[in-house]
Structure formats: C-alpha cells, structure tokens
C-alpha cells in the first residue's frame, strides 16, 4: 500500500484504483493512503494504465475517473475533505 504522509500528522483516507478492463469489469484495485481527494487523484493518475479508464474509490464512494488520456475528474458525488 502506498502512504502519503501529512504535514503535521494529519489524517489519510484509505482510496483504491481500479482499472476499468475492455469489458467493463473492475480489475483488482491497488490500495493507497492519501490526505484528501486531489492528492489522491494526483496518485491515481500515476497509477493507471495508458488507453484504459480507471475509477478512484474510497470505501463505497467512487470518487472519479482517471481518462483513457490519463486525466482526472473528480465524480458528482465526492465532496472535499
């Protein structure tokens, strides 16, 4: 699991990457630590695979979507913490 330390020991939250395959199932996710949203968008990024879509949860809430051009955006529903 990757960690991603706070300045001042804050709290992290626990997020997990999946990559989207061709037909439209989840593969096995990769589990990180991250201070907030961005950051963890920023990793999420990094993470996913060139010309496939990866989608960014924590817990049960889906957080966004990494592009088949390895752009981010944030879901509907993902309020900043």
Do not use: H
């Amino acid at each position: 699991m990757v960690k991603v330390r706070c300045a001042g020991g804050g709290r992290v939250k626990s997020y997990r990457i999946y990559i989207v395959g061709s037909d439209g199932r989840l593969q096995l996710g990769q589990a990180f630590e991250a201070p907030d949203d961005r950051t963890a968008g920023a990793l999420a990024v990094g993470a996913a695979v060139d010309g496939l879509i990866a989608e960014l949860w924590e817990g049960g809430r889906m957080v966004g979507q990494v592009s088949t051009l390895g752009v981010f955006n944030m879901g509907d529903r993902s309020p900043e913490a």
